[in-house]
C-alpha cells in the first residue's frame, strides 16, 4: 500500500460502513483499538492484517483493501473475538460480513476457500446432505492438490468413514426451493 | 425419556464412531432418540460465509420438521450442528425473520422446538445418583483433558457453558470415576474450519491444543465435536512431526468413554475406528480390572 489521503477515503466510504450496521449488525466506529481481539486470536499468526488491523482499515475507508484481504480468509470463526471484546463490536460477524461482500464485489483472494464453499453448498443443493468424501475429491481436482490429504484416505476407508455414496434425503425438492427462493429474496449467488 | 435426535452429516462419515456410541449409550441409558425425519445439512461454516438467510433457513426445516413430528427438544451431538441450529432458533424467535423464514422453506415453522447440545442432556438431564448407578467401570486413573473446542460455548447467546472455563465435560468425566486436568486450552480453536482451505496454519493450531495437553498431563483427550476430533486425531502423526514431540493422546468422544464407564464393548461403541490407537489405554487403565 502506498500513500493514502485518509481524509478522501473516510467520507466516501460511509455507505460501505453504513451497510454493515444495517445488514450485518457491526458497528466499526464502536471499535477503540485495544486489540484484545486480535491478542487472543489463534489464527492471527496466519493472518497479514489482524482484526483489529481490519477493523481500523474499514474505520478508515480501506474498503477494497479490505475487502480483497488475504487475512478475512485465515479467519477460523471461532468467536473468541467476539466473546471478549469490550465493546460488543462482534469482530467474528465484522470479518463474516467482509467474506460475503467480497464475494459480492467479485473480491475473494482466497480461491481455495471460494472453491470449498461452492462444493460444499453444492453437495448439500443436490442431495440435502454434505457428502464428504464428494467435496474433498473435487476438491482436491479442482484445486489442484490431488493427493492432499490421500494418505489419511486407507485409514479412513478401513475405519468404514468413507462413504462412497452420497446420502440423499427424500425431499431434495425442498433444498432447491430454499436455495431458489434465498436467491429470489437477497439476489446474488448463494 | 424421549428426544428428538439430530445426527449431522459427520456422524455417516468421519465421526462414525461418534453415532455408534451415542446410539449405544443411550439405548444403555434408556433414553429414546427419534432421528428427524428425512433432515437435511444444518449448511455449517459455507452457508454463513455466503448468506446469512440461507444459514438460518436450512436448519430452520430441521426445526419445522422437528415441530411437524412433535419434538420439544432436538439432541445434536456435533457441536458445528448444534451452533448452526441453536443459532436460528434464536433468529426465529424475531417475528419479521419467522414470517421470512417460513416463506423461504415454504413452512410453518413456529420456533418452538428447542436445540440441546447432547453433552447437555447426557450431563443435565440425568439425575447424578442414577449416573453413579449404572457406571459399572469406573475411569479410575484416567486423566482426561476436556476439549470443548469453539461452537458449543461461543458466541454468548448460544453459549452452553462458559466461553473460557466450561466444566459441563469435565464433570460428567469425573461422575464417571475419571480424572480431568486442569488445563488453558480448553476452548482454544483446532483450526477444524481451515483444514482443508489451509491445512498449514491448521495444524500449527492443532499441534498446539494437543502440546498443551500433553503438558497438562493428560492421557487423553475428550471432544464433544466431530471436526474436533478428526482434526486431532487424523493429524495428530503431523502435529507430531511439526512440534518436534512424541503425543499419542488418544482422542475419544464423551460418548466413547461413557459407554466403555456403563460397561459397553470397545467395539461397539466404535473405539476400533482410530487413528491414534484408542484400545489399550483403556484396557490398562484400572477400570478395566
Redesign the interface.
Given at each position: 500500500m502506498g500513500p493514502i489521503q485518509l481524509s478522501m477515503t473516510v467520507a466516501s466510504s460511509q455507505d460501505f460502513r453504513d451497510r454493515l450496521k444495517k445488514e450485518?449488525g457491526v458497528d466499526v466506529s464502536l471499535c477503540y483499538q485495544c486489540g484484545k481481539c486480535s491478542a487472543g486470536c489463534?489464527?492471527a499468526?496466519?493472518m497479514e492484517h489482524t482484526v483489529r488491523q481490519m477493523l481500523r482499515m474499514v474505520q478508515s475507508g480501506l474498503v477494497q483493501e479490505s475487502l480483497s484481504s488475504y487475512s478475512i480468509?485465515?479467519c477460523?470463526?471461532?468467536?473468541?473475538c467476539?466473546?471478549r471484546c469490550p465493546r460488543q463490536v462482534?469482530p467474528?460477524k465484522f470479518m463474516?460480513a467482509l467474506?460475503?461482500e467480497a464475494?459480492k464485489a467479485g473480491l475473494v483472494a482466497?480461491k481455495?476457500?471460494d472453491l470449498?464453499?461452492d462444493l460444499?453448498?453444492n453437495?448439500?443443493k443436490d442431495t440435502?446432505?454434505?457428502?464428504?468424501?464428494g467435496m474433498?475429491a473435487r476438491?482436491n481436482i479442482l484445486s489442484g492438490q490431488l493427493f492432499?490429504d490421500a494418505e489419511?484416505a486407507p485409514?479412513?476407508f478401513t475405519?468404514?468413514?468413507?462413504?462412497i455414496l452420497p446420502?440423499k434425503?427424500?425431499?431434495t425438492e425442498?433444498?432447491a426451493?430454499?436455495?431458489a427462493?434465498?436467491q429470489k429474496?437477497?439476489g446474488?449467488?448463494? | 425419556m424421549k428426544y428428538g435426535l439430530y445426527p449431522g452429516c459427520s456422524l455417516n462419515g468421519t465421526g462414525i464412531e461418534y453415532g455408534l456410541s451415542t446410539k449405544a449409550v443411550a439405548q444403555k441409558l434408556g433414553i429414546d432418540f427419534v432421528e428427524i425425519p428425512d433432515w437435511n445439512c444444518c449448511g455449517a461454516s459455507s452457508a454463513h460465509n455466503r448468506n446469512h438467510l440461507l444459514s438460518v433457513a436450512l436448519p430452520a426445516r430441521n426445526l419445522a420438521l422437528a415441530e411437524q413430528h412433535g419434538i420439544d427438544q432436538i439432541a445434536v451431538p456435533c457441536a458445528a450442528c448444534y451452533q448452526r441450529m441453536k443459532a436460528a432458533e434464536v433468529a426465529l424467535r424475531d417475528e419479521a425473520t419467522r414470517q421470512e423464514v417460513g416463506e423461504v422453506i415454504e413452512m410453518n415453522v413456529e420456533g418452538k422446538s428447542r436445540t440441546r447440545a447432547l453433552v447437555e442432556v447426557f450431563a443435565n438431564d440425568l439425575d447424578a445418583d442414577f449416573l453413579s448407578s449404572v457406571v459399572v467401570r469406573p475411569l479410575s486413573g484416567l486423566k482426561v483433558a476436556s476439549y470443548y473446542g469453539c461452537l458449543l460455548v461461543k458466541p454468548a447467546q448460544v453459549a452452553i457453558d462458559s466461553p473460557e472455563n466450561p466444566m459441563i465435560m469435565d464433570k460428567l468425566m469425573a461422575a464417571l470415576g475419571a480424572t480431568p486436568v486442569e488445563w488453558s486450552y480448553k476452548t482454544e480453536c483446532c483450526g477444524g474450519s481451515l483444514a482443508i482451505t489451509r491445512p498449514e496454519a491448521s495444524l500449527g493450531m492443532t499441534a498446539n491444543v494437543l502440546k498443551y495437553a500433553k503438558l497438562a498431563g493428560a492421557d487423553c483427550i475428550v471432544t464433544p465435536c466431530p471436526l474436533c476430533t478428526s482434526n486431532l486425531d487424523m493429524r495428530q502423526k503431523a502435529a507430531e512431526g511439526l512440534l518436534g514431540m512424541e503425543l499419542g493422546l488418544p482422542i475419544y468422544y464423551f460418548t466413547e468413554l461413557m459407554g466403555v464407564a456403563l460397561g459397553l464393548e470397545m467395539s461397539q461403541l466404535g473405539l476400533t475406528k482410530h487413528f491414534v490407537e484408542a484400545t489399550s489405554l483403556l484396557k490398562n487403565s484400572p477400570a478395566a480390572q
Open positions: 450485518y489463534p489464527a499468526f496466519a480468509w485465515s477460523a470463526g471461532c468467536e473468541t467476539s466473546t462482534d467474528a463474516e467474506r460475503i464475494k482466497d481455495n476457500a470449498f464453499n460444499f453448498l453437495s448439500v440435502g446432505r454434505l457428502h464428504e468424501v474433498i476438491f492432499k489419511h485409514g479412513l475405519q468404514g468413514k468413507l462413504s446420502h434425503i427424500k425431499n425442498a433444498m426451493k430454499i436455495f427462493n434465498v429474496k437477497r446474488g449467488k448463494s | -
